[in-house]
């Protein structure tokens, strides 16, 4: 069973940086890990949850760029069984709990995934 678990939020300046990573936390071997794709949205409060970005199992990232517009980059360690979601130049409309999520199949990414991680705080001050 695949159990997404999030990890690397916190509260950091504007201007900062933060790394995120998901795992799959469940009883799946390293091998199967390299087949999901994995991404990241989050959700602010009052707002609705928002695509921030992918990558495939073969490592083709795609991103909305009208919320991340370059900042942040994602990248992942099938080794680890991890996925990463780098963000640099923060700024307070960063602020959101972001989750991980997984598709089976690429041409469902940014649609309603699969699997859910719990989500992770990340807040950004003046």
């Known amino acids: 069973q695949v159990q997404l678990v999030e990890s690397g939020g916190g509260l950091v300046q504007a201007g900062g940086s933060l790394r995120l990573s998901c795992t799959d936390a469940g009883h799946s071997l390293a091998t199967a890990f390299t087949t999901y794709n994995v991404g990241w949205f989050r959700q602010s409060p009052g707002k609705e949850r928002e695509f921030v970005g992918a990558i495939k199992w073969s490592g083709k990232v795609t991103f909305n760029e009208d919320s991340v517009k370059g900042r942040f980059t994602i990248s992942r360690d099938n080794s680890k069984k991890m996925v990463y979601l780098q963000m640099n130049g923060l700024k307070p409309e960063d602020t959101a709990i972001y989750y991980c999520?997984?598709?089976?199949?690429?041409?469902?990414?940014?649609?309603?995934?699969?699997?859910w991680g719990q989500g992770t705080q990340v807040t950004v001050s003046l």
């Open positions: 999520a997984k598709w089976s199949q690429w041409v469902e990414v940014a649609t309603t995934p699969e699997v």
